[in-house]
T-cell receptor, first 116, second 114 residues
Framework: EAGVVQSPRYKIIEKKQPVAFWCNPISGHNTLYWYRQNLGQGPELLIRYENEEAVDDSQLPKDRFSAERLKGVDSTLKIQPAELGDSAVYLC??????????????FGPGTRLLVL | KQEVTQIPAALSVPEGENLVLNCSFTDSAIYNLQWFRQDPGKGLTSLLLIQSSQREQTSGRLNASLDKSSGRSTLYIAASQPGDSATYLCAVSSLKAAGNKLTFGGGTRVLVKP
């Protein structure tokens, strides 16, 4: 079974440029999460989708960040414009059932973003 | 607001020694606690998940305990091997947070020396 797929794996951009990250969750997983992990810290949730609905985006900086999950499968996270402080690893995770508190989340390898 | 702390931030042990990793959380109203492993440049791999009603979980050389009332969990790795070198993160799913929202600690970076 394929795991969570993310692309690109690495991205280097200049500040004020836009950037987008793509995530393909495990087949059949209804819940999708985007996390940001700063160096030396644990991941922090940015947004959670249950099927195609964004049900928790309280930590998403909405002035520059946007996300979408088309048809409840793949998801894209965008930053426009990027700032130096956005340099981090962006992790995507998925779990089987929406709203199931006992479900393990499966993580992708992440996209490492460096903003110069 | 739930806060999760892992001390120490880094740990180095000789091969064969048992590893003891600590995790503390401020709000005991949790659904579950998970331990993850993260290798450099990689995503997170779930090691153990302990439901709030459980006291411990075991998988091979790994054993995780949970004391919800004191807000603590401990991950034991028996007879450590160089392949155990990684960062270990604990995360809790809080009753007061919507959905399966995980709050992570900062991790403990482990080095097992041959």
């Amino acid at each position: 079974e394929a795991g969570v797929v993310q692309s690109p794996r690495y991205k280097i951009i200049e500040k004020k440029q836009p950037v987008a990250f793509w995530c393909n969750p495990i087949s059949g997983h209804n819940t999708l999460y985007w996390y940001r992990q700063n160096l030396g810290q644990g991941p922090e949730l940015l947004i959670r989708y249950e099927n195609e609905e964004a049900v928790d985006d309280s930590q998403l900086p909405k002035d520059r960040f946007s996300a979408e999950r088309l048809k409840g499968v793949d998801s894209t996270l965008k930053i426009q414009p990027a700032e130096l402080g956005d340099s981090a690893v962006y992790l995507c995770a998925s779990s089987l059932r929406a709203g199931a508190y006992w479900e393990t989340q499966y993580f992708g390898p992440g996209t490492r973003l460096l903003v110069l | 607001k739930q806060e999760v702390t892992q001390i120490p931030a880094a740990l180095s042990v000789p091969e064969g020694e048992n590893l003891v990793l600590n995790c503390s959380f401020t709000d005991s109203a949790i659904y579950n606690l998970q331990w993850f492993r993260q290798d450099p440049g990689k995503g997170l791999t779930s090691l153990l998940l302990i439901q709030s009603s459980q006291r411990e979980q075991t998988s091979g050389r790994l054993n995780a305990s949970l004391d919800k009332s004191s807000g603590r969990s401990t991950l034991y790795i028996a007879a450590s091997q160089p392949g155990d070198s990684a960062t270990y993160l604990c995360a809790v799913s809080s009753l007061k947070a919507a959905g399966n929202k995980l709050t992570f600690g900062g991790g403990t970076r482990v080095l097992v020396k041959p």
